[in-house]
């Protein structure tokens, strides 16, 4: 087919328990058939021996013919019916039927299926190789695409994940300092919704639907994963060491103006100065500070 086809169902198949009794008669009488011809012809009644033998005999390819357009069709699973080159519709609903028996019958599964992708080594945003892997869940939607639009739906669904997933790979770094910025290290969700949006567009032509599409894997690759772990850890230093100094500033501006609020004590900039430097020692250090007696005045 050129151009993409789309799915039908079959229309009126037959009973298959009706026609299985009506096989099973036709198959019967045309044994009984030959059997009886044959004794009539021993007994000199060859007219009607030789035409219930010949009967018999057309009678018994009859019976494969009803044989062979039976088809079950288990839950969740269907039939692509061919007759000659041409689709005429799936068989979707479960149960026992019959059809034309020259119709070819391709069997589709209806059930959600998982494909775990391999670990593909790819680079992000930034040109740094990284590890990456993912799941998806998906079933056939469309049987007549998934059947005639592609060679191999379940190779092109393994194809198309990787192939996406290169993609959206490329369009993110693996890590970022700002919370804004999309990463796919820090932004889970919306790296998932993505790839899922993605795959459901890459996967279209062939009849597929995307039941879920998440990452399994995300690393850095070995040659430079030490690396990439100390920037890690030289940045989180950074970033808490931001957020102390913030604070402490914070602080400091607050206690200098809570003690000219209260009037504890008229401080001239000098001495400013010197208790804001003596505050930001306190609180962005490290270590515990031992408390220093002044017996004397800055003023020398």
């Given at each position: 087919?050129?151009?993409p086809s789309?799915?039908i169902?079959?229309r009126?198949?037959?009973?298959?328990?009706?026609?299985?009794f009506?096989?099973?008669?036709l198959?019967?009488?045309?044994?009984a058939g030959?059997?009886?011809?044959?004794i009539?012809c021993a007994?000199?009644?060859a007219?009607?021996?030789?035409?219930?033998i010949?009967?018999?005999?057309l009678?018994?390819?009859?019976?494969v013919l009803?044989?062979c357009?039976l088809?079950?069709v288990?839950p969740?699973q269907?039939?692509?019916v061919?007759?000659?080159?041409?689709?005429?519709?799936?068989?979707?609903?479960?149960?026992?039927?019959?059809v034309?028996?020259f119709s070819?019958r391709?069997?589709?599964?209806?059930r959600?299926?998982?494909?775990?992708s391999d670990k593909?080594k790819?680079?992000?945003?930034?040109?740094?190789?990284?590890?990456i892997g993912?799941?998806?869940?998906?079933?056939?939607?469309?049987t007549?695409?998934?059947?005639?639009?592609?060679?191999?739906?379940?190779s092109y669904?393994?194809?198309?994940?990787?192939?996406?997933?290169?993609?959206?790979?490329?369009?993110?770094?693996?890590?970022s300092?700002?919370?804004t910025?999309v990463?796919?290290?820090?932004?889970?969700?919306?790296?998932n919704?993505?790839?899922?949006?993605?795959?459901?567009?890459?996967?279209?032509?062939?009849?597929?639907?995307?039941l879920?599409?998440?990452?399994?894997?995300?690393a850095y690759a070995?040659?430079?994963?030490?690396?990439?772990?100390?920037?890690?850890?030289?940045?989180?230093?950074?970033?808490?060491r931001?957020?102390?100094v913030?604070?402490a500033?914070?602080?400091?501006?607050?206690?200098l103006?809570?003690?000219?609020?209260?009037?504890?004590?008229?401080l001239?900039?000098?001495?400013?100065?010197?208790?804001?430097?003596n505050?930001?020692?306190?609180?962005?250090s490290?270590r515990?500070?031992?408390?220093v007696l002044?017996?004397?005045t800055?003023?020398?």
């Amino acid at each position: 087919m050129n151009a993409p086809s789309h799915e039908i169902l079959y229309r009126n198949p037959g009973h298959g328990l009706g026609r299985l009794f009506l096989g099973i008669l036709l198959l019967l009488g045309s044994i009984a058939g030959i059997i009886f011809g044959g004794i009539l012809c021993a007994h000199q009644r060859a007219d009607v021996g030789g035409t219930l033998i010949v009967l018999g005999v057309l009678g018994i390819p009859g019976a494969v013919l009803v044989f062979c357009g039976l088809v079950l069709v288990n839950p969740n699973q269907s039939k692509v019916v061919t007759l000659f080159g041409n689709y005429k519709g799936t068989l979707r609903k479960d149960g026992f039927f019959w059809v034309n028996p020259f119709s070819l019958r391709r069997p589709i599964s209806l059930r959600a299926r998982n494909f775990n992708s391999d670990k593909l080594k790819v680079n992000d945003l930034r040109g740094n190789p990284i590890e990456i892997g993912a799941v998806v869940v998906w079933r056939v939607a469309d049987t007549a695409q998934a059947a005639f639009d592609v060679e191999d739906f379940e190779s092109y669904v393994q194809v198309q994940t990787e192939s996406a997933l290169r993609h959206m790979a490329s369009q993110h770094p693996y890590d970022s300092p700002h919370d804004t910025e999309v990463s796919l290290r820090g932004s889970s969700d919306t790296v998932n919704a993505e790839l899922q949006t993605e795959l459901t567009t890459r996967l279209q032509r062939a009849g597929i639907e995307v039941l879920e599409g998440r990452l399994s894997h995300l690393a850095y690759a070995p040659e430079i994963a030490g690396a990439m772990l100390q920037r890690q850890q030289a940045e989180a230093i950074i970033d808490a060491r931001t957020r102390i100094v913030e604070g402490a500033v914070g602080m400091v501006h607050l206690a200098l103006e809570q003690l000219k609020k209260h009037d504890v004590v008229e401080l001239d900039e000098e001495r400013k100065a010197q208790m804001v430097s003596n505050l930001l020692v306190v609180l962005c250090s490290e270590r515990g500070t031992q408390p220093v007696l002044n017996a004397g005045t800055i003023y020398g």
